[in-house]
């Protein structure tokens, strides 16, 4: 069984920084893309950055030059470094891996969401 679980969020006021944590565990062969989404209330869920196996990323528009996405394969671990939020940022934001099994077919998995509050 993979879970992913995250950390790292929490209340900050506009301007600060948070860095979102998410660790993939369990029996598995490896990890591909990573990513992180975030949902804000009556909202949709929105893909905010994600990462290739080897390094690539891409980010939504609304978190270019603020959002670095980065990963440590070792540790089959993805972070989010949020920097300059703003009130706007304000969502649960998801860890979400396409993850390689044992049966050598992918599917993806998502964590459990964790929330991040931006205060004005």
């Known amino acids: 069984q993979v879970q992913l679980v995250e950390s790292g969020g929490g209340l900050v006021q506009a301007g600060g920084s948070l860095r979102l944590s998410c660790v993939v565990s369990?029996?598995?062969?490896?990890?591909?893309?990573m990513g992180w989404y975030r949902q804000a209330p009556g909202n949709q869920r929105d893909l905010v950055a994600s990462i290739t196996s080897s390094g690539s990323t891409d980010y939504a528009d609304f978190v270019k030059g603020r959002f670095t996405i980065s990963r440590d394969n070792a540790k089959n671990t993805v972070y989010l470094q949020m920097n300059s939020l703003k009130p706007e940022d304000t969502a649960v934001y998801y860890c979400?891996?396409?993850?390689?099994?044992?049966?050598?077919?992918?599917?993806?998995?998502w964590g459990q969401g964790t929330q991040v509050t931006v205060s004005s």
């Open positions: 979400n891996a396409d993850v390689r099994n044992l049966r050598l077919t992918s599917r993806a998995y």
């Open positions: 369990g029996s598995f062969l490896s990890i591909n893309d």
